[in-house]
């Protein structure tokens, strides 16, 4: 199963500038996981210590929102999961 993530700019410097990456996994935390385990650089950025999205990030599946199911929403070959920062001001 061919699943691509689409990863932020500012997450870059932790993939050694890769836009794109294939990962594998059953559903959008266990793709996560799986681009952590390629760039352990990573650790502690996607996820927190509980496992759940960081604050600072949303997650799209095919250009839409997986919310509320996030982390345990079913992927499909081919599809595509874009990491965003969240950014917060006034």
């Known amino acids: 199963m061919s699943i691509k993530i689409e990863i932020h700019i500012i997450l870059r ?17 266990d ?34 929102s997986p919310y509320p199911e996030e982390l345990r929403k079913k992927v499909s070959d081919g599809d595509i999961i874009s990491i965003l920062m969240m950014i917060d001001g006034g």
């Not at 890769?18 to 959008?28: C, L």
């Not at 927190?48 to 990030?57: M, V």
């Open 13 to 29: 410097e932790f993939t050694d500038g890769r836009k794109v990456a294939e990962v594998k996994g059953e559903t959008v935390g």
């Open 31 to 64: 793709c996560l996981r799986d681009l952590v385990r390629q760039f352990p650089a990573l650790e502690g950025k996607l996820l927190d210590k509980q496992g759940k999205l960081a604050n600072s990030l949303a997650v799209f599946l095919n250009r839409e």
